[in-house]
C-alpha cells in the first residue's frame, strides 16, 4: 500500500503530557498537510511542508504545538503540555501539485484525559 | 469566514434516489473540491472543479460551479447504501485547502 500513513491510530494521553505523531506521505509528494478534525467539523488546517520547509501555520495553532519533516520525507506532529481540548482527529495529507488534490491518511484520533 | 457552507446539513435519502448537496463560499478560489468521509475509508477526494469549469462528472458524480454566485453543487445519482458518509466542499485559493461543516448523507436500504 502507498497511501499516506500515520501512526499511531490512537493515543490516550494525560493531560499536562507530551505527544508526537508520525505521518509518511506518499513518496512522490512534496507537500505535507496536517490538519485537526473534531466531531461534526470538517478538517481545519494547521501548518503545511513543501518539501522540509514549513510555509504556513495556521494562527489557530498555539505554541504547543511544533512540526517536523527534517529530510522532505514523513514529518512529526508533536503537542506539549496537552490539554483536554486538544482531543480530536488529527489527520495528515499530501499532494503533488499546491491547491491540488489532497490524499488523506486514516488520522490519529489523540483522547486527553 | 473564508470556509464554504454546505447546505443541507443532513441529508436522508432512499437507495436509489438522487442526493443533491450545495456548497456556498464568500471568497475567490482557483478551485473547489469535494471530499467524502465515511468511518471505513476515512477522508478520500471526490472531484476537482476549477474555476474556470462550469460542470464536471465523474461517475455517478456531476458538480457544478457558478462562480457570479459562489456556489456549487454535488449530484449523486442512483445513490446506494454504500453512499452513506459526510461530504465536504473545500476551497483552494491563496492559502492551503479550507474545508467547511459538511453535509451528512444517509442513504437506506
Known amino acids: 500500500d502507498t497511501g499516506v500513513s500515520q501512526d499511531p491510530r490512537h493515543k490516550i494521553t494525560k493531560r499536562g503530557q507530551n505527544v508526537t505523531f508520525r505521518c509518511d506521505p506518499i513518496s512522490e509528494h512534496n507537500r505535507l498537510y496536517w490538519y485537526r478534525q473534531t466531531l461534526g467539523q470538517g478538517p481545519e488546517f494547521l501548518t503545511y511542508f513543501q518539501n522540509e520547509a514549513q510555509l504556513e501555520k495556521s494562527r489557530l495553532l498555539s505554541d504547543r504545538f511544533s512540526a517536523e519533516r527534517p529530510k522532505g520525507s514523513f514529518s512529526t506532529l508533536e503537542i506539549q503540555r496537552t490539554e483536554q481540548g486538544d482531543s480530536a482527529m488529527y489527520l495528515c495529507a499530501s499532494s503533488y501539485q499546491a491547491g491540488g488534490e489532497q490524499y488523506f491518511g486514516p488520522g490519529t484520533r489523540l483522547t486527553v484525559t | 469566514s473564508q470556509q464554504g457552507e454546505e447546505d443541507p446539513q443532513a441529508l436522508s435519502i432512499q437507495e436509489g434516489e438522487n442526493a443533491t448537496m450545495n456548497c456556498s463560499y464568500k471568497t475567490s478560489i482557483n478551485n473547489l473540491q469535494w471530499y467524502r468521509q465515511n468511518s471505513g475509508r476515512g477522508l478520500v477526494h471526490l472531484i476537482l472543479?476549477?474555476?474556470?469549469?462550469r460542470e464536471k462528472h465523474s461517475g455517478r458524480l456531476r458538480v457544478t460551479l457558478d462562480t457570479s454566485k459562489k456556489s456549487s453543487s454535488l449530484l449523486i445519482t442512483a445513490s446506494r447504501a454504500a453512499d452513506t458518509a459526510s461530504y465536504f466542499c473545500a476551497l483552494s485559493g491563496n492559502t492551503p485547502l479550507v474545508f467547511g461543516k459538511g453535509t451528512r448523507l444517509s442513504v437506506i436500504a
Open positions: 472543479i476549477r474555476s474556470n469549469e
